[in-house]
């Protein structure tokens, strides 16, 4: 059996050498799609994703944002969680898309989080801030987790806003 860092590694690097090319290629739903199968052939965890009403490619900053987002809550996912699912939605209205992860695994407290989250957490949550989008995590021990992020589709929503730390 492979260590948690060893399969966290290759997670990242499938991640992020995928990320340019295929969001430009095949738009956020293909790219989803070629990371859960990367991630499904070489892990012991099980990646699943559905989407609704995601048809044809987003703006690029909105897509990018996205993606990041799921990476970064994968690498989580397999490096913290010990959880053997992780289910994905992403749905898009009119106004907003909604993404939606969901894993079976240990969960945390998040009074323990504010002050001690790592960067990649921050980072997520500044580029969806930056695009007026939110971010709710839910999460207790024994329960597992579930991150919401919500992002607005109108180019004039998406202003970039000033940065805020994980635990304003």
């Known amino acids: 059996m492979r260590s948690v860092d060893e399969a966290f590694s290759e997670v990242r690097n499938i991640s992020h050498n995928l990320a340019p090319s ?12 070629n990371l859960t199968d990367q991630v499904n052939q070489s892990h012991q965890l099980k990646m699943s994703f559905e989407t609704f009403g995601l ?5 690029s900053l909105v897509e990018n944002t996205l993606f990041r987002a799921i990476q970064e809550i994968l690498n989580n996912t397999i490096k913290h969680s010990n959880a053997s699912q992780l289910s994905l939605q992403i749905a898009q209205g009119n106004n907003e898309i909604t993404l939606m992860a969901e894993d079976n695994g240990i969960g945390f407290d998040l009074k323990n989080l504010n002050g001690h989250s790592g960067h990649g957490l921050t980072h997520m949550k500044t580029r969806i801030e930056n695009l007026n989008g939110s971010i709710h995590i839910d999460s207790n021990p024994a329960r597992g987790t579930i991150i919401s992020i919500v992002i607005p589709l109108n180019p004039k929503q998406n202003v970039r806003r000033t940065h805020q730390s994980i635990d304003s």
Do not use: I
């Open 22 to 33: 295929l969001l430009s290629e095949r738009g956020l739903k293909g790219a989803l799609k």
């Open 55 to 59: 048809e044809g490619k987003l703006n």
